[in-house]
T-cell receptor, first 110, second 113 residues
Framework: SQTIHQWPATLVQPVGSPLSLECTVEGTSNPNLYWYRQAAGRGLQLLFYSVGIGQISSEVPQNLSASRPQDRQFILSSKKLLLSDSGFYLC?????????FGSGTQLSVL | GENVEQHPSTLSVQEGDSAVIKCTYSDSASNYFPWYKQELGKGPQLIIDIRSNVGEKKDQRIAVTLNKTAKHFSLHITETQPEDSAVYFCAASPMGGANNLFFGTGTRLTVIP
């Protein structure tokens, strides 16, 4: 079965600082990979998805970017964080035609 | 594109009672409908899913029903327990499988001991 590793679990960053969140997937090959953001008490907002290495689609114009340097690695980045980037970030991957989520990163931008 | 609406937004039930969460979708091409349970501070966990070729699926205390004609599907939890307390999300996919999922806005279920 697939396992999605996401780290760190929590992160506090000052406004204007850079960001790098990493997600790695085990137990599945050629997954579609996703980054979602969830504001406190809210639903799931799709940020980026990738169907293969180097292939990134953005759903929402914003201060963030994503990269997929390896088949099972997905990275979310920002050069300069904004207060509005605070939220719960979730990596997800498809396996056997189902979508599975990682444990999430709680990002607080102060 | 697909639009998924979920009701109610909050639901409180007594332990042992049943809970029902309903979702409607707009795209008649949608053919895959998963449900996720999210506990506080954790990622959503897939608890059950159904495809459009069946009308009902059960897994112990959890069941999902699908009405393709009316374009709605529901999650049923019987004999609720305090550990069922969480936020539940429904989703629909017009492309089949888990690609291009459209999520509902979530239902916060509280099971009162």
């Amino acid at each position: 079965s697939q396992t999605i590793h996401q780290w760190p679990a929590t992160l506090v960053q000052p406004v204007g600082s850079p960001l790098s969140l990493e997600c790695t997937v085990e137990g599945t090959s050629n997954p579609n990979l996703y980054w979602y953001r969830q504001a406190a008490g809210r639903g799931l907002q799709l940020l980026f998805y990738s169907v293969g290495i180097g292939q990134i689609s953005s759903e929402v114009p914003q201060n963030l970017s994503a990269s997929r340097p390896q088949d099972r690695q997905f990275i979310l980045s920002s050069k300069k964080l904004l207060l509005s980037d605070s939220g719960f970030y979730l990596c997800a991957a498809t396996s056997a035609e189902k979508l599975f989520f990682g444990s999430g990163t709680q990002l607080s931008v102060l | 594109g697909e639009n998924v609406e979920q009701h109610p937004s909050t639901l409180s039930v007594q332990e042992g009672d049943s809970a029902v969460i309903k979702c409607t979708y707009s795209d008649s091409a949608s053919n895959y409908f998963p449900w996720y349970k999210q506990e506080l501070g954790k990622g959503p966990q897939l608890i059950i899913d159904i495809r459009s070729n069946v009308g009902e699926k059960k897994d112990q205390r959890i069941a999902v029903t699908l009405n393709k004609t009316a374009k709605h599907f529901s999650l049923h939890i019987t004999e609720t327990q305090p550990e069922d307390s969480a936020v539940y999300f429904c989703a629909a996919s017009p492309m089949g499988g888990a690609n291009n999922l459209f999520f509902g806005t979530g239902t916060r279920l509280t099971v009162i001991p």
